[in-house]
């Protein structure tokens, strides 16, 4: 079972990287501040800084906050089989996954059919956090936007320069704050089984690969589908998202990095007099982000009801 666990942790983490290499790649791509490639390199270094220096403040998101007890490593692989799941069908679709309600909503599950007790306060801070997240960083990129448009550059070459900086520093701290939320999150499910030095280097090293591998797939929807950027609609919407997502980080909630990114998008998108959301990407996001924690949990009990009952 320890192998399973192992190849269903690189699995989904490398997926977790391609999916959204995103948030990070796809917004200073879309930009053309930077190539796709580049940008990956940048959310790989990101990453790896954030799981290592905040990821342990998300190790008791799950098992402790939301689920009281401890799972089995049949049940972390279902949980890890779900979640990678969700992940191949949102990036089959170039869509970005919400992966912490994927974790969530496969751990719940599996704790319904086990029997396990839930913690109300936790479910409802969480399901509360969800909900505000996406708003909160559409308001704040939104502020932002405006605000950096009362600010010209005179010279075109200066703004390349200033907006390129802004940019690639957003764009490293987007994905520091994955690696703090969502990898830690995931690393915290699984460092009883696999150890806390294991589970943090298999998160670096898979998460990294899946972005490099296939991440630019899924940055092009953000970069090129969800909205037209320019360097400060990039700059706020990033900053807009990952703040949000760092403050949920210090409250130990495990918050979705993609929702609050798009949120940040719109609001930037607003804030420059433009909607920056087709109508076609935003209805097929609104869906995702609805089903992915129900049919998670769905899967997840109904893995455990087959193969156990």
């Given at each position: 079972m320890a192998a399973l666990l192992i190849a269903?942790?690189?699995?989904?983490?490398?997926?977790?990287?391609?999916?959204?290499?995103?948030?990070?790649?796809?917004?200073?791509?879309?930009s053309k501040i930077l190539s796709y490639r580049n940008g990956i390199l940048v959310f790989v270094a990101g990453l790896a800084v954030g799981v290592i220096l905040e990821g342990s403040k998300l190790s008791n998101a799950?098992?402790?906050?939301?689920?009281?007890?401890?799972?089995?490593d049949y049940s972390l692989s279902v949980i890890l089989g779900v979640t990678f799941a969700m992940i191949l069908i949102a990036t089959a679709a170039r869509l970005p996954l919400p992966i912490t309600q994927a974790v969530v909503g496969a751990s719940i599950g599996s704790a319904l059919y086990l029997g396990m007790p839930l913690n109300s306060s936790g479910l409802l801070l969480v399901a509360a956090s969800w909900a505000l997240a996406p708003f909160v960083a559409a308001g704040v990129s939104m502020v932002?936007?405006?605000v950096l448009r009362k600010y010209k550059i005179k010279s075109l070459e200066g703004t390349v320069v200033v907006y390129g900086i802004m940019t690639?520093?957003?764009?490293?701290?987007?994905?520091?704050?994955?690696?703090?939320?969502?990898?830690?999150?995931?690393?915290?499910?699984?460092?009883?089984d696999l150890g806390v030095t294991l589970a943090l280097g298999v998160a670096i090293i898979a998460a990294s690969a899946g972005a490099i591998i296939v991440g630019q797939r899924v940055s092009r929807?953000?970069?090129?589908g969800v909205?037209?950027?320019?360097?400060?609609?990039?700059?706020?919407?990033q900053v807009g998202g990952a703040s949000t997502v760092?403050?949920?980080?210090?409250?130990?909630?495990?918050?979705?990095?993609?929702?609050?990114?798009?949120?940040?998008?719109?609001?930037?998108?607003?804030?420059?007099?433009?909607?920056?959301?087709?109508?076609?990407?935003?209805?097929?996001?609104?869906?995702?982000?609805?089903?992915?924690?129900?049919?998670?949990?769905?899967?997840?009990?109904?893995?455990?009801?087959?193969?156990?009952?």
């Open positions: 269903l942790t690189l699995l989904t983490l490398g997926m977790c990287g391609a999916n959204n290499a995103s948030n990070s790649a796809g917004t200073i791509a879309g799950i098992q402790g906050n939301i689920v009281e007890g401890i799972f089995s932002l936007s405006k690639l520093a957003a764009s490293f701290y987007t994905a520091y704050v994955f690696g703090a939320n969502t990898l830690g999150t995931i690393v915290g499910v699984v460092r009883g929807t953000v970069g090129e909205a037209s950027l320019g360097p400060a609609t990039a700059f706020s919407s760092h403050i949920f980080t210090q409250l130990a909630v495990p918050v979705s990095i993609s929702q609050s990114i798009v949120g940040g998008v719109y609001g930037a998108g607003l804030g420059k007099g433009t909607r920056a959301l087709s109508r076609e990407t935003a209805v097929k996001l609104i869906l995702l982000w609805a089903g992915t924690p129900i049919f998670s949990i769905i899967m997840a009990w109904l893995l455990h009801a087959v193969t156990l009952g």
